[in-house]
């Protein structure tokens, strides 16, 4: 089964500065990845996706995604923090060509922005 | 107007009690999902149906029952609760079939408290 692991379950990073998420996929043939973003007590959002397209993924809020097979990564990345970008960060996958939507998440990892 | 609506947001109860959670979505959505999110933030799938049907059923303790009336409504049923069920559910949905299936939508969570 796949499955992805968050390296970091917790993040603290000032406003203004970089924004790096780690993310890193445990399969030999190359998964569907995704990002999610949960504010506080609300649901899910999805950021980004990657579907065997472009390796270099453009999400809402800024946010992109590379994928890189020879490392099985998908790390996310802003280049400048925003106060509102505060929240935790799940990586996610699923199998290609499992249209079933069957997603499995990571740990998540929560994002502070001090000022 | 809200997407994925859940009710109730919060639900307080002592073991051994019965409860449902509805999910409405106006999204026009063939897929929906139940996700149950621990208090370490850790998500994991627990059923979706398309249009009424069920397509997956994970390890699940068989208190736990969904039922889908129609392919906009989607509800959870857990009889004889336990402590260990104390948690966020999560309803999503999305579109059917291919890379949109993993685009979900999430509701706000409901927050399961068995006392």
């Known amino acids: 089964a796949q499955s992805v692991t968050q390296l970091g379950s917790h993040v603290s990073v000032s406003e203004g500065a970089l924004v790096l998420l780690r993310c890193n996929y445990s399969?030999?043939?190359?998964?569907?990845l995704f990002w999610y973003v949960q504010y506080p007590n609300q649901g899910l959002q999805l950021l980004l996706k990657y579907t065997s397209a472009a390796t270099l993924v453009k999400g809402i809020n800024g946010f992109e995604a590379e994928f890189k097979k020879s490392e099985t990564s998908f790390h996310l990345t802003k280049p400048s923090a925003h106060m509102s970008d505060a929240a935790e960060y799940f990586c996610a996958v699923s199998d290609q060509g499992d249209s079933w939507g069957k997603l499995q998440f990571g740990a998540g990892t929560q994002v502070v922005v001090t000022p | 107007d809200t997407a994925v609506s859940q009710t109730p947001k919060y639900l307080v109860t002592q073991m051994g009690n019965d409860k449902s959670i509805k999910c409405e979505q106006n999204l026009g959505h063939d897929t929906m999902y139940w996700y149950k999110q621990d208090s370490k933030k850790f998500l994991k799938i627990m059923f979706s149906?398309?249009?009424?049907?069920?397509?997956i059923n994970e390890t699940v303790p068989n208190r736990f029952s969904p039922k889908s009336p129609d392919k906009a409504h989607l509800n959870l049923h857990i009889n004889s609760l336990e402590l260990g069920d104390s948690a966020v559910y999560f309803c999503?949905?999305?579109?059917?079939?291919?890379?949109?299936?993993?685009?979900?939508?999430f509701g706000p969570g409901t927050r399961l408290t068995v006392t």
């Open positions: 399969s030999s043939v190359p998964p569907y």
């Open positions: 999503a949905s999305s579109p059917w079939g291919g890379d949109s299936s993993y685009e979900q939508y």
């Open positions: 149906y398309n249009n009424k049907e069920l397509i």
